[in-house]
T-cell receptor, first 112, second 109 residues
Framework: DVKVTQSSRYLVKRTGEKVFLECVQD?????MFWYRQDPGLGLRLIYF???????EKGDIPEGYSVSREKKERFSLILESASTNQTSMYLC???????????FGDGTRLSIL | SQQGEEDPQALSIQEGENATMNCSYK?????LQWYRQNSGRGLVHLIL?????REKHSGRLRVTLDTSKKSSSLLITASRAADTASYFC?????????FGKGTLLTVNP
């Protein structure tokens, strides 16, 4: 079975901090994705990567950056955390093409 | 945006009944996928239907796709309490998924 592991289930940070969310997948998938999920808004794509060192902006990239130095690892970075970035963050991976994505259990991030 | 929209937003049924959820979308798709999310967990892929398919089955799940109406439906037959979850449709195009806001299904024992 595909396993997508997110480094933390719950995280509390302060405004202005630089925050790193880590995601690792064990299925050699080319594509990796970061979403945020908010009540009433569903899942929204922040960034995705289709190869090592490659990244593409999703629908809501402002305030975020990403890093993919190795195929199995995709990091989401909040450069200067703000309270409106309090959310559930979900990482996913998938093979090439329009294939199903496999999700981690999410990180519930609170910015105080 | 080609975001899918699920209908209804919430559905409450008794165990053993069938549950039907609908999804509408706006633009072209390569395929349409349905996912389930249990409370506080990540999404789990249920079924994928390609744009040239009209119906697909997987166990107690039946999915239909009508590309002329840009709509899909997910039917869960003989529901169980364990089916209680949020269900999302997602349209796939150019390697990206665009999710709807989901239907919260509650199956009462």
């Amino acid at each position: 079975d595909v396993k997508v592991t997110q480094s933390s289930r719950y995280l509390v940070k302060r405004t202005g901090e630089k925050v790193f969310l880590e995601c690792v997948q064990d299925m050699d998938h080319e594509n990796m994705f970061w979403y945020r999920q908010d009540p009433g808004l569903g899942l929204r794509l922040i960034y995705f990567s289709y190869d090592v060192k490659m990244k593409e902006k999703g629908d809501i990239p402002e305030g975020y950056s990403v890093s993919r130095e190795k195929k199995e690892r995709f990091s989401l970075i909040l450069e200067s955390a703000s309270t409106n970035q309090t959310s559930m963050y979900l990482c996913a991976s998938g093979s090439q093409g329009n294939q199903p994505q496999h999700f981690g259990d999410g990180t519930r991030l609170s910015i105080l | 945006s080609q975001q899918g929209e699920e209908d209804p937003q919430a559905l409450s049924i008794q165990e053993g009944e069938n549950a039907t959820m609908n999804c509408s979308y706006k633009t072209s798709i390569n395929n349409l996928q349905w996912y389930r999310q249990n409370s506080g967990r990540g999404l789990v892929h249920l079924i994928l239907i390609r744009s040239n398919e009209r119906e697909k089955h997987s166990g107690r799940l039946r999915v239909t796709l009508d590309t002329s109406k840009k709509s899909s439906s997910l039917l869960i037959t003989a529901s169980r309490a364990a089916d209680t979850a949020s269900y999302f449709c997602a349209t796939s195009f150019n390697y990206k998924l665009t999710f709807g806001k989901g239907t919260l299904l509650t199956v009462n024992p």
